[in-house]
């Protein structure tokens, strides 16, 4: 049974829902539509097949051309088979009725969607029974008999020919046997041998199959010997004998080593007269021989950290690049100026999805250059060609600026957090309740969690809050000592209790001990861990569950493609798994490292935030303190599509 069929504006404006029309009231428990827009339509998911929410699957088809959302809801249970032909022909009908200027169709539509729905019913059913009437058993399948259900005799196989012989010209069975003929030494149109009297598909000899050499039957070889065949003679005559080839090449070989010439050996370059004495050229931690100078020096001249500037994108290096693809454009409307003009003066034409493609393949092999994961560019191909098809093409516009401006706008959204979070706004809410602000930091191994903690711990310090440090990384030797280090010379508190301890127990005392102490942000540091890693992972839940925390960040590096995905999808779904609670607590934010190794191969941060949903907060491109900034969505995307 169908729930509801919702008719509204891509701006948001409800023009039909089939309960308001019926006289019935909505009872769908969840708001699953709302779910829908939210998760798939402003996610750029659009091209997906299907919703679930709950116990409802929802279905969903698009008029770009007058910007109109056709949702059907039902339960997931039912699997009605008549919801894509109905919301076809329901699309096809109020289009034709719509008008701008009118916002309420009850009156006009639910007339039409009753008899709609009666006939796309009808259809389903009468389509149901004849899959169900039991086939004629006399009938057979139709293999190895004739046109009149007779067997065929035994030299008539699957090419159904006098003698199972194939029809040479385009690789076709010839049912009726009298026009067929052999075909020795050729490929069958599904790329197999045929030869005369063998069953279509039979391979037998697999070596001269991979060699692509066609024999018949008489073992003699047929075809253009250079038709990807090996010639046993050309080798001979390139190696240089008939029968032993190799002998010149050795005294080549021998020649070549007496004349190469020796090799130079590189000589240490002294850049001044004396050379000057051995100075200790040790870079670690100086605090034990100087004492407090070091970390005055550390909190006074690191500077201000990059998370409070903004980016101005306006340089001339960019302002160059504009020029140079306006000019590349301009090119290529040269090139194809009569075909391009003429389908706008033509008249304005509705893009279909063949005529997406070619710019659309191009598309995602450009994203996938770009470090974007195979799986999230097909997805956001597939969801721009939704948007698209149906659109009328305007005048004096190419197919490929538009789907480049359609795939920008896509990705400005997907970039763009849903949700607001400020961690300064959220830390100063936990101060007016006598709580500390935490922080969890996640992640795999060896991404930097560690260091960015540090660098997070300074951007908080120079907004005046006092913050503490967690060791809760009781699994790797040397993760205290690390964080022991940043502490000092950062000159704030951090709680430790050692290794081979529960991370759970160890996090819960640090909040108690913040809270005594009155710390306005707690930044919890974890044992990195792999996606897969059931024991850490188990662990790593426990203490999520256990202390609630405000914030889950996860960190991971900017230089993994495909990887991200699988680490983000493993530790939401593990998160979701080994919950104990019925609301299951994930990712919320994401860290970013390593941004400055990785040249124009920002991919993996629309890689992220497009599994996770959850933004990118801090970006970490280098390794002092003040190396963190925001993410710059506009420079990201124009990176992308570049």
Not at 145 to 169: D, F, I, Q, T
Not at 240 to 250: F, H, M, R, T, V
Not at 409 to 437: M, N
Request: glycine share 10%.
């Amino acid at each position: 049974m169908l729930e509801e069929l919702l008719i509204f504006t891509r701006g948001g404006l409800i023009l039909w829902s089939s309960c308001r029309a019926l006289g019935g009231a909505a009872l769908l428990k969840g708001s699953p539509i709302d779910a829908l827009i939210r998760s798939c339509l402003l996610e750029e998911r659009s091209g997906d097949a299907g919703f679930t929410k709950d116990a409802y699957a929802l279905k969903w088809a698009f008029n770009n051309d007058l910007g109109l959302v056709f949702v059907a809801v039902y339960q997931r249970m039912l699997h009605l088979l008549y919801v894509d032909d109905l919301l076809a022909a329901v699309r096809k009908e109020f289009s034709q009725i719509y008008n701008p200027k009118r916002v309420s169709y009850d009156d006009l539509f639910t007339e039409t969607f009753r008899q709609l729905h009666l006939e796309a019913e009808a259809r389903a059913e009468a389509m149901n029974k004849s899959k169900q009437q039991p086939t004629n058993p006399s009938s057979g399948s139709g293999a190895g008999r004739g046109p009149a259900g007779k067997k065929l005799g035994p030299n008539a196989r699957a090419g159904g020919g006098a003698a199972g012989k194939k029809n040479s010209g385009s690789g076709k069975d010839d049912s009726d046997g009298d026009s067929g003929k052999e075909h020795n030494g050729g490929f069958t149109a599904n790329g197999t041998v045929a030869k005369g009297g063998q069953e279509n598909g039979a391979v037998k000899d697999s070596s001269r199959a991979a060699r692509a050499v066609v024999v018949d039957n008489d073992g003699k070889e047929n075809g253009d010997p250079n038709d990807g065949a090996f010639d046993v003679n050309t080798l001979r005559k390139k190696t240089g004998g008939k029968k032993g080839g190799g002998g010149g090449k050795k005294n080549d070989v021998k020649k070549a080593a007496k004349t190469e010439p020796k090799k130079v050996v590189k000589q240490m370059r002294v850049w001044d007269d004396k050379p000057p004495k051995n100075e200790k050229l040790d870079f670690t931690d100086p605090a034990d021989e100087r004492g407090e100078e070091v970390i005055e020096k550390v909190l006074t001249n690191q500077g201000d950290s990059m998370m409070d500037k903004d980016e101005d994108l306006s340089s001339d290096s960019e302002d160059e690049e504009d020029e140079e693809e306006e000019n590349a454009g301009a090119g290529q409307k040269k090139k194809g100026w009569f075909s391009s003009m003429f389908k706008s003066i033509a008249g304005n034409n509705v893009l279909e999805k063949s005529d997406l493609q070619p710019a659309l393949k191009a598309l995602k092999d450009r994203l996938m250059t770009k470090n974007v994961a195979e799986e999230i560019a097909e997805k956001l191909c597939e969801s721009v060609a939704a948007s698209l098809e149906g659109k009328k093409l305007g005048s004096f516009t190419r197919i490929s600026s538009t789907v480049q401006t359609a795939m920008e706008e896509a990705l400005l959204r997907i970039l763009t957090p849903r949700r607001s979070i400020d961690i300064l706004r959220d830390v100063q809410a936990a101060k007016e309740r006598g709580k500390p602000y935490v922080v969890v930091f996640v992640g795999v191994n060896g991404v930097g969690k560690s260091t960015n903690l540090a660098k997070v711990a300074y951007w908080l310090l120079q907004h005046n809050l006092s913050v503490m440090m967690a060791a809760c990384d009781t699994f790797r030797s040397g993760a205290v000592e690390q964080l022991r280090t940043h502490a000092r010379r950062l000159e704030i508190p951090i709680f430790e209790k050692g290794y081979e301890k529960d991370p759970a127990v160890v996090a819960k005392e640090a909040i108690q001990e913040a809270t005594r102490n009155k710390s306005d942000v707690i930044l919890v540091d974890t044992a990195g861990r792999m996606q897969d890693n059931e024991p850490l992972m188990r662990a790593l839940s426990k203490l999520i569950n256990l202390n609630k925390p405000d914030l889950v960040l996860f960190v991971g590096e900017a230089l993994v493609g495909n990887d991200a995905v699988d680490q983000l999808n493993k530790f939401n779904q593990k998160l979701a798994d080994l919950s104990t609670v019925p609301t299951a607590r994930l990712i919320d934010g994401i860290l970013l490292t390593k941004f400055d190794t990785i040249d124009d191969k920002v991919g993996a941060a629309l890689s992220m935030v497009y599994i996770s949903g959850s933004p990118v907060m801090f970006v970490g491109c280098g390794q002092s303190y003040t190396d963190l900034k925001k993410l710059n969505v506009k420079s990201i995307v124009k990176t992308l599509l570049k």
